[in-house]
């Protein structure tokens, strides 16, 4: 029921939030309420800098990257241009494309996608919906199965 803007803020900021708890999951904990490492201005509290960790610990592969900073591109440009108003803008359908593009690989795409078809009143939203849910289910197990998470079956 969100307007496109605020799906896609809130579908980031998720795949952000369980990208720091998977994060999380393989450092040491930190004995304080409040991460230096992960909260406020801490050097990984840029969802580009989780991203990038988490390629570097190798918790993702080269494509699960490319996606999720897509995600990232998408994001900033409902965040910071005001122009920009729907995922069928011309300044989104590239980024969107190669997205969807890597969620198409997961082999339940078709499903979640019919899902999400039910659920939204565009087909980009759908193709947003899906991935999204695509990449939060890859996290989480990821997660609890201390495995890293690759695209190529």
Request: charged share 25%; proline share 4%; aromatic share 6%.
């Amino acid at each position: 029921a969100e307007s496109e803007r605020a799906a896609v803020i809130l579908g980031a900021a998720r795949v952000d939030h369980d990208l720091q708890e998977l994060l999380s999951h393989f450092m040491r904990p930190h004995p304080g309420a409040r991460d230096p490492l992960l909260d406020n201005d801490g050097p990984l509290s840029t969802f580009s800098a989780k991203i990038t960790l988490a390629y570097r610990l190798g918790l993702i592969d080269d494509k699960f990257k490319h996606a999720l900073d897509m995600l990232r591109k998408i994001r900033n440009q409902f965040a910071h241009h005001f122009d920009v108003v729907s995922l069928s803008d011309k300044a989104i359908c590239s980024q969107l494309a190669e997205l969807v593009g890597s969620a198409k690989e997961h082999p339940h795409w078709d499903e979640i996608r019919t899902s999400m078809t039910r659920m939204t009143a565009s087909p980009q939203m759908s193709d947003f919906g899906a991935s999204i849910a695509i990449m939060l289910f890859m996290i989480n197990l990821t997660r609890d199965f201390n495995d890293s998470i690759t695209i190529d079956h």
